[in-house]
């Protein structure tokens, strides 16, 4: 089964809009933390933002910030005033334990084409 | 900030020959390392998890004998490719977890076997 699920393949957004790109999650851990990584042509992974289960604010971290809904199991990512340099893939992630320790899932990602 | 820095960045092989691929540390000490494989347009697929001076743990069908991972130090994790083939091809990448909450990544390294 899915744990993390995005459902968007690909986006596109118009420069200086702001678009949300889907999460959802599953997992019957209370402990879990929720990441979201941009991944460029380049191949580099560059974190963005956490959320941890137990933070009760949405996390925030400049353009960045994460619809955290807990009941519903979703972390969807909001970047707003999009520039052509976002374009890029993006990848929710869930780092849960287990009998082997922690270990971090990653979604299928979401392709977002910033326009101009 | 915490770096990992993985090396190197692009190779291309024969196949039947090993290559290994080194991913460091710079400026904190990593007990743990997670290695991923990823395919053209697909997500991270976690390969397996070294521990320092520890037996890696690898992930469901992922062979052992074929992807050697070797975590010698607090700052430095490999991960040998042996007897490579065609199909090995692809895009690994490393990430430690640091003192915060963040994983860091490598840079990634191509792999191309032919």
């Known amino acids: 089964a899915q744990k993390i699920t995005q459902t968007q393949p690909g986006m596109f957004v118009q420069e200086k809009e702001a678009v949300t790109l889907d999460c959802t999650y599953d997992?019957?851990?209370?402990?879990?933390?929720l990441f979201w990584y941009k991944q460029p042509s380049s191949g580099e992974m560059i974190f963005l933002i956490y959320q941890g289960s137990y933070d009760e604010q949405n996390a925030t971290e400049g353009r960045y910030s994460l619809n955290f809904q807990k009941a519903r199991k979703s972390a969807n990512l909001v970047i707003s005033a999009s520039q052509l340099g976002d374009s890029a893939m993006y990848f929710c992630?869930?780092?849960?334990?287990?009998?082997?320790?922690?270990?971090?899932?990653f979604g299928a990602g979401t392709r977002l084409f910033v326009k101009a | 900030g915490a770096v990992v820095s993985q090396h190197p960045s692009r190779v291309i092989c024969k196949s039947g020959t090993s290559v290994k691929i080194e991913c460091r540390s710079l400026?904190?000490?990593?007990?743990?390392m997670f290695w991923y494989r990823q395919f053209p347009k697909k997500s991270l697929m976690l390969m397996a998890t070294?521990?320092?001076?520890?037996?890696?743990?690898?992930e469901q069908g992922v062979e052992k004998d074929k992807f050697l991972i070797n975590h010698a130090s607090l700052t430095l994790s490999t991960l040998t490719v042996t007897s490579a083939h065609p199909e090995d091809s692809s895009f690994y990448i490393c990430s430690a977890d640091t003192v915060n909450y963040g994983y860091t990544f490598g840079s990634g390294t191509r792999l191309t076997v032919v």
């Open positions: 400026d904190f000490q990593a007990t743990t």
């Open positions: 997992t019957s851990d209370q402990s879990y933390g």
């Open positions: 992630a869930m780092r849960e334990g287990g009998k082997g320790g922690f270990k971090t899932i």
């Open positions: 070294s521990n320092e001076g520890s037996k890696a743990t690898y």
